[in-house]
């Protein structure tokens, strides 16, 4: 199937935008795409048009209300959010901890819900923000429980970013961490991804018995200890049992 040019080229910009670069020059992003100054200015001015892209006084780009909109609209369409909010905000408000609730886009995990814990004070996660796979406890069981013929081209092709000294750099270690969560149906991330910050997680399956999402528990290392996070991983897991039953999971 051909490739429209344009439009590759005017995703390409609306992908440099990203929690780290919120407003670019048009020069930067010029250098970044690797077009002519003109071409850029001239798709720019599309995505204007369509308020894909906003500009300010300084003349700085960033993006544009119609992305939010359409992303409300695609997070209303999930079911799945709907179903786990409940349980969610119980889990949250038992625990005093903050809950999350993550699907795979590929080879990272994406916040699409979350319920801020009254004892929380963990506020790096945010809705839409992306995790990787084999740092995080989401990722871990988002990761585990895909099929074969998904996870080998993922784990072949897998890129071990190293975050913490605790962060799994490789692929031998991934595989045997993630045979471990298999058979014990948790993950966990041991200050693997952020320093001083622990989860655990659990699966969440559809009503075809596929994974749908993973649900995690954050904590901090220094308030919340090994026998009280094995506690909210039993928590956790009860809590992706009644959102897979929400969602027509019926186990074997």
């Known amino acids: ?24 020059k048009i020069t930067e992003i010029s250098a970044r795409v690797g077009l002519h100054k003109s071409t850029v200015h001239s798709l720019l001015k599309t995505l204007q048009k369509h308020r894909y892209i906003e500009q300010d006084e300084q003349g700085l780009y960033r993006l544009g209300m119609r992305l939010l909109e359409k992303g409300q609209l695609l997070l209303q369409g999930f079911d799945l959010r709907g179903i786990a909010a409940g349980p969610l905000r119980q889990l ?14 590929g080879a990272e995990g994406v916040y699409i819900d979350k319920v801020e814990g009254s004892k929380a004070a963990i506020r790096y996660s945010r809705i839409g923000r992306r995790v990787p796979l084999h740092s995080s406890a989401v990722g871990k069981v988002l990761a585990a429980f895909i099929p074969a013929s998904e996870a080998e081209p993922l784990l072949k092709g897998y890129a071990y970013s190293i975050h913490t000294p605790r962060t799994i750099a490789g692929e031998e270690a991934f595989r045997q961490e993630l045979k471990n969560v298999r058979e014990t149906g948790v993950a966990f991330d041991r200050e693997e991804n952020e320093p001083g910050v622990r989860c655990a997680a659990a699966p969440v399956y559809d009503h075809a018995g596929h994974l749908a999402a993973a649900i995690s528990i954050s904590t901090m290392a220094a308030t919340v200890g090994d026998t009280q996070l094995a506690e909210y991983a039993d928590m956790l897991g009860a809590t992706a049992a009644r959102i897979s039953q929400g969602l027509g999971y019926r186990p074997r």
């Not at 949250?92 to 795979?104: A, D, K, N, P, Y």
Request: charged letters at 30%; hydrophobic letters at 45%; aromatic letters at 2%.
């Open 1 to 24: 199937m051909p490739i429209i040019q344009a439009v590759d080229r005017a995703l390409a910009i609306l992908d440099l935008f990203d929690e780290n670069d919120r407003e670019l």
């Open 92 to 105: 949250s408000g038992e625990t005093g901890q903050t809950v999350h609730l993550v699907i795979r886009d």
